[in-house]
């Protein structure tokens, strides 16, 4: 059984920071690339970005510069560093293989950029 566990998530100002964690059990994390993805009101879920198990990285274009995924393999965690947050990154925040599958989609965190 595998389970994803999202935290980190909150109201921050514009121009702030928040790093989300993602809490994997399970066998799959070591092998498998992961992804942040989000879904904002009213609009579809997205890649935000995904990272290999060697550590390779990409993200979308939309975030390229301000965030940044990390993952450590021993802890089995995944991270998404966020800066300079803007109100389009409002959403919830969630992490899942990458490509994603669906029994794998947990919770989520909600991110709220906002003053």
């Known amino acids: 059984q595998v389970q994803l566990v999202e935290s980190g998530g909150g109201l921050v100002q514009p121009g702030g920071s928040l790093r989300l964690s993602c809490a994997a059990s399970?066998?799959?994390?070591?092998?498998?690339?992961m992804g942040w993805y989000r879904q904002a009101p009213g609009k579809q879920r997205e890649l935000v970005a995904f990272?290999?198990?060697?550590?390779?990285?990409n993200h979308a274009d939309s975030v390229k510069g301000r965030f940044t995924i990390s993952r450590d393999n021993a802890k089995n965690t995944v991270y998404l560093q966020m800066n300079r947050l803007k109100p389009e990154d409002t959403a919830v925040y969630y992490c899942n293989t990458y490509p994603s599958q669906f029994d794998y989609w947990g919770q989520g965190t909600p991110v709220t950029v906002s003053s």
């Open positions: 990272i290999t198990s060697g550590g390779d990285t």
């Open positions: 399970g066998s799959i994390f070591r092998i498998y690339p």
